[in-house]
């Protein structure tokens, strides 16, 4: 059979009848797909018995064709088929189109089917439902058993209703959503992060990216546990999370690390950071957007095979470590990245484009770079490539541990604005160095370096 799509568009308009010859159930799977996936739009009068055959076809995607045809012709005589297939069919996808179809319709006839099929099992079928049912946004009954399905289990259909009936954040003031607090442009706080961000104004900076303490594998930190460490940091990304715009991106450089044995009769001890973090930024409200996996050259990893090369047995393996963990947070919110994209004009949005090779998978190969002062500093590469993907020109950008200031001037090279608190002296004298004293590009907001004290008086002088 030579079909075409030319010639179905003939046939669709002309003699049903001939359709019939390649339609027929009997005729092979990809000679049907192709029928069904290319009558586009169909007459008003265009019979749909062809298709109720399909309906029961034994390949799900011939059946669920068939029902996206049945569909198109918006006809209620194929209420109860549509209906009976979101019932038994064994294919949730199936089901969820003839969910689709009978929400086409439009019609009160559709209501209580649909408001039946709000029981389904399975959730992505509940949100076709619900689609079907918006469209009756005054119908009183269609509301109240839409509002009961917040309590719903499912975490996607929970989201639909509140962002429906219960929006609250709709009616809270926004602060100019381009704009951030001049006190704090290129500023740098030397004081314990939690002290210094209880300071700080809710929604105020558009970006965080950072790479907190590694527990107590470096000597610049020291915790009684790492459960004290984890609520240290749980503390830490709630207040970045209450600081951060609407819709905007906390980036988390961290990676698992390893706490050396303290004999040869005991193992030396791992610990899995990112995983741990990650299930309590979720609860706060950071939504998952990426995980990307920065690569270091393996000649920049510390050995830890070389028993195993020796010995080849079983349960000793240990890969050498070359990787960590960027992994990319947005604060929750019911609006497109469009919206966000929108609070700026038009020449910001297009200085801010980021131009020439972009980085097309989430594998990022980067130098790992060694400070003299600093024992674990980001590259600059990775700070401007974070930097250009995730904030606009003037935006202000946030590391609550600034370390040597990396990120800093990766933000004055950018044409950011930059916010960071270090609690070590010795690093802030590293970070001076290493932040340009003059920046070109704008000479209102030079570098400041405030202890705790003089930044509680800055901030009271701008209240
Ligand atoms: C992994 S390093 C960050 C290095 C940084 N990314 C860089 O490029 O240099 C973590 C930093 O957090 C600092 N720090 C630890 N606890 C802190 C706290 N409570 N408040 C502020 N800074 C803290 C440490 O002194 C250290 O410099």
């Not at 568009?9 to 797909?33: C, F, Q, V």
């Not at 119908?139 to 989201?159: D, G, S, Y």
Request: charged share 30%.
């Amino acid at each position: 059979m030579n079909l075409t799509k030319d010639k179905l568009n003939g046939l669709i308009n002309g003699n049903n009848g001939e359709l019939l010859e390649y339609l027929n159930p009997s005729n092979d799977i990809k000679t049907l797909a192709f029928a069904l996936n290319k009558l586009g739009r169909l007459p008003k009068n265009f019979d749909g018995k062809y298709f109720v055959p399909l309906t029961k076809h034994p390949n799900e995607k011939i059946r669920l064709l068939a029902i996206k045809n049945i569909g198109k012709l918006c006809n209620e005589k194929y209420l109860n088929l549509l209906n009976d297939i979101s019932l038994h069919d064994e294919n949730t996808m199936v089901r969820r189109e003839a969910i689709s179809s009978i929400g086409r319709m439009r019609t009160n006839e559709a209501i209580p089917i649909l408001i039946d099929r709000l029981n389904d099992p399975d959730p992505k079928v509940i949100l076709q439902v619900i689609r079907g049912l918006l469209v009756f946004k005054d119908n009183e009954l269609i509301k109240n058993k839409l509002k009961e399905l917040v309590n719903h289990p499912n975490e996607v259909i929970q989201t639909v209703i509140e962002e429906k009936y219960y929006n609250i954040s709709e009616n809270k003031p926004h602060r100019e959503h381009s704009k951030s607090p001049d006190y704090l442009k290129n500023v740098v706080v030397n004081g314990d992060v939690l002290e210094v961000l209880k300071l700080i104004e809710d929604e105020s900076i558009h970006l965080t990216f950072t790479s907190p303490p590694y527990y107590n594998a470096r000597d610049y930190s020291i915790y009684q546990s790492y459960n004290e460490y984890l609520e240290f940091l749980r503390d830490v990304f709630k207040e970045v999370y209450r600081i951060t715009k609407e819709g905007r991106y906390f980036i988390l450089n961290t990676s698992p690390i390893i706490i050396p044995r303290v004999g040869r009769q005991y193992s030396s001890k791992r610990y899995p950071i990112p995983f741990d973090i990650h299930p309590f930024l979720i609860e706060m409200g950071w939504e998952f957007i990426d995980d990307i996996v920065w690569i270091k050259p393996e000649a920049s990893a510390k050995d830890r095979n070389s028993g195993f090369r020796q010995h080849r047995k079983p349960l000793a393996y240990k890969p050498n470590a070359v990787t960590e963990y960027i992994m990319v947070y947005r604060k929750k919110t019911n609006k497109l990245i469009d919206w966000n994209i929108k609070q700026y004009d038009d020449e910001t949005v297009k200085a801010s484009k980021v131009h020439g090779e972009i980085d097309k998978s989430n594998t990022w190969f980067i130098d790992p770079t060694f400070d003299r002062t600093h024992t674990a500093v980001f590259p600059l590469e990775l700070c401007l490539k974070v930097i250009k993907y995730y904030s606009f020109k003037n935006d202000l950008v946030f590391d609550p541990f600034g370390g040597s200031g990396t990120f800093c001037k990766a933000a004055q090279l950018l044409d950011r604005f930059f916010f960071s608190t270090e609690i070590s002296k010795k690093y802030i004298v590293r970070m001076k160095e290493n932040i340009a004293q003059e920046s070109f590009f704008d000479t209102l907001f030079l570098p400041k370096f405030y202890t705790m004290l003089e930044f509680s008086k800055i901030v009271e002088e701008n209240k």
